[in-house]
Nanobody, 115 residues
């Protein structure tokens, strides 16, 4: 079964940090472009970070310099290191890839930034 499972969300104060994980099964993520999306309380789901099969990354300006995507091929897991978190980062965070013809999503993990 092909599956993505996010973890690592939680409640953090402004300026704090969290690291999210996206564990994959049934798919070798090193061969695919992987994405991080988020969806805030009243917003559409937003693509904000990508990691390509060659390891290159890119980011939406709103998170550039604060968020870092990485990948551990041995663990078949993608990570999102989030620093200097802001209240506007509050959202459900999802990992995603297109596997063959399937748009594959995890179940999401909630990140809440609040004092």
């Amino acid at each position: 079964q092909v599956q993505l499972v996010e973890s690592g969300g939680g409640l953090v104060q402004p300026g704090g940090s969290l690291r999210l994980s996206c564990a994959a099964s049934g798919i070798n993520i090193s061969l695919y472009t992987m994405h991080w999306y988020r969806q805030g309380p009243e917003n559409q789901r937003e693509l904000f970070a990508n990691i390509f099969s060659d390891g290159a990354t890119n980011y939406l300006d709103a998170v550039k310099g604060r968020f870092t995507v990485s990948r551990d091929n041995a663990k078949n897991t993608m990570y999102l290191q989030m620093n200097d978190l802001k209240p506007e980062d509050t959202a459900v965070y999802y990992c995603n890839t297109v596997y063959r013809t399937q748009n594959l999503w995890g179940q999401g993990t909630q990140v809440t930034v609040s004092s």
